[in-house]
């Protein structure tokens, strides 16, 4: 006669192949920042941006936080601007994203930098440099 497992093994190798056929699972969250680009250095590889965030007061002043990224994988860039006319949705003036020529920002744009990885493995998967419209 051999002895069956129990309920709480079943259950236990249950929720672990539910967790791992999540999507996702097992992958890092990517996080983001952005901010205003004060340095570009194509030749170390590095974008520096200082962010409004997390929101902070310190002296009655808004902390702005000074955030330095290593660009050593090949990331995705592109620049978000208004449409001339009409945009791919029809509407009139609508943002639309174009393809941005690699390190082509420059200090005082807006950029986003989203982050795949965690720690030193800390990789930029995509860059947008955003253009700001006065209409």
Same mark, same amino acid.
């Given at each position: +006669?051999?002895?069956? /497992?129990?309920?709480?093994? *079943?259950?236990?190798?249950?929720?672990?192949?539910?967790?791992?056929? +999540?999507?996702?699972?097992?992958?890092?969250? &990517? !996080?983001?920042?952005?901010? !205003? *680009? $004060?340095?570009?250095?194509? =030749?170390?590889? @590095?974008?520096?941006?200082?962010?409004?965030? /997390?929101?902070?007061?310190?002296?009655?002043? @808004? *902390?702005?936080?000074? #955030? @330095? $990224?290593?660009?050593?994988?090949? &990331?995705?860039? @592109?620049?978000?601007?208004?449409?001339?006319?009409?945009?791919?949705?029809?509407?009139?003036?609508? #943002?639309?994203?174009? /393809?941005? =020529?690699?390190?082509?920002?420059?200090?005082?744009?807006?950029? !986003?930098?989203?982050? !795949?990885?965690?720690?030193?493995?800390?990789?930029?998967?995509?860059?947008? $440099?955003?253009? #700001?419209?006065?209409?």
């Amino acid at each position: +006669m051999t002895k069956q /497992p129990g309920w709480l093994t *079943v259950s236990a190798v249950g929720l672990l192949l539910l967790i791992l056929a +999540m999507p996702g699972a097992g992958q890092a969250a &990517a !996080t983001r920042h952005s901010g !205003t *680009v $004060v340095a570009v250095d194509r =030749d170390a590889g @590095t974008i520096v941006i200082e962010e409004l965030g /997390p929101w902070r007061v310190r002296g009655g002043q @808004t *902390v702005i936080t000074r #955030f @330095t $990224v290593k660009l050593d994988k090949p &990331a995705w860039w @592109t620049r978000a601007r208004r449409a001339t006319g009409a945009g791919p949705l029809g509407w009139e003036g609508e #943002f639309i994203e174009v /393809p941005q =020529d690699a390190w082509g920002l420059r200090p005082g744009e807006y950029a !986003t930098i989203e982050l !795949t990885g965690a720690g030193k493995g800390q990789a930029a998967r995509r860059v947008t $440099v955003s253009e #700001f419209d006065t209409r």
